[in-house]
Nanobody
């Protein structure tokens, strides 16, 4: 059974940093592509960053230069380092794993950026 568990969210002032973690149980980690998504109240869920199983990355324009996605097969964890946070980064952040034509989602972690 595949499970994704996010952590690391919280309340931070604008300009601050947070690192989100996504721990993956099951044996899929090294075969999966991962994405971090976010959903603000009343808005759709959008892709923030993505990393393939070969560690190629891409980012939404709104986070380029501020966010970094990474993965470590040794501990089956994907990360999202978020720097220079802005008010508009406030959202629930979700980790997703794509493998064998299936997508698995975590439960989400709240990130709130205050002024």
């Amino acid at each position: 059974q595949v499970q994704l568990v996010e952590s690391g969210g919280g309340l931070v002032q604008a300009g601050g940093s947070l690192r989100l973690s996504c721990v993956v149980s099951g044996s899929i980690f090294r075969f999966a592509n991962f994405g971090w998504y976010r959903q603000a109240p009343g808005k759709q869920r959008d892709l923030v960053a993505r990393i393939t199983k070969s560690s190629s990355t891409n980012y939404a324009d709104s986070v380029k230069g501020r966010f970094t996605i990474s993965r470590y097969n040794a501990n089956a964890t994907a990360y999202l380092q978020m720097n220079s946070l802005k008010l508009e980064d406030t959202a629930v952040y979700y980790c997703a794993a794509d493998v064998l034509a299936k997508t698995y989602w975590g439960q989400g972690t709240q990130v709130t950026v205050s002024s």
